[in-house]
């Protein structure tokens, strides 16, 4: 199984960025239509945090920090996996990871041990 994010880099503060996800490796039954696909994300110096996910059904959350700035979406035929993050701010500002999970792992808190696979990361950062 392989994800590998794209989209990260460096925006204004108040701008938006478009994260993407692709996912591989369909040996294992990981694939978008399937699974609970999420993204993390972590600053420098502190722990990683689950921002996003979207079960099988569609049905999305979120942390309580980013809710209605972050949009989590996908398409299951291309296999892939969506964040957008609007009104960027300094706090955003950190490496973002994908994520591929049983369904269950979209029935709860957003936690990183419910989930089995994950990207090499992409890093947004923020100016003022």
């Known amino acids: 199984v392989q994800l590998v994010e794209s989209g990260g880099g460096s925006a204004q503060a108040g701008g938006s960025l478009r994260l993407s996800c692709v996912s591989s490796?369909?040996?294992?039954?990981?694939?978008?239509?399937?699974?609970?696909m999420g993204w993390f994300r972590q600053a420098e110096g502190k722990e990683r945090e689950g921002v996003a996910s979207?079960?099988?059904?569609?049905?999305?959350s979120y942390v309580d920090s980013v809710k209605g700035r972050f949009t989590i979406s996908k398409n299951n035929d291309k296999r892939m996996v969506y964040l957008e993050i609007n009104g960027l701010t300094p706090e955003d500002i950190g490496m973002y990871y994908c994520?591929?999970?049983?369904?269950?792992?979209?029935?709860?808190?957003?936690?990183?041990?419910?989930?089995?696979?994950w990207g090499q990361g992409t890093q947004v950062t923020v100016s003022s």
């Open positions: 979207i079960g099988r059904d569609g049905v999305t």
């Open positions: 994520t591929a999970g049983p369904p269950k792992a979209c029935y709860a808190p957003i936690r990183d041990s419910d989930f089995g696979y």
């Open positions: 490796g369909l040996a294992t039954g990981y694939d978008t239509s399937n699974y609970c």
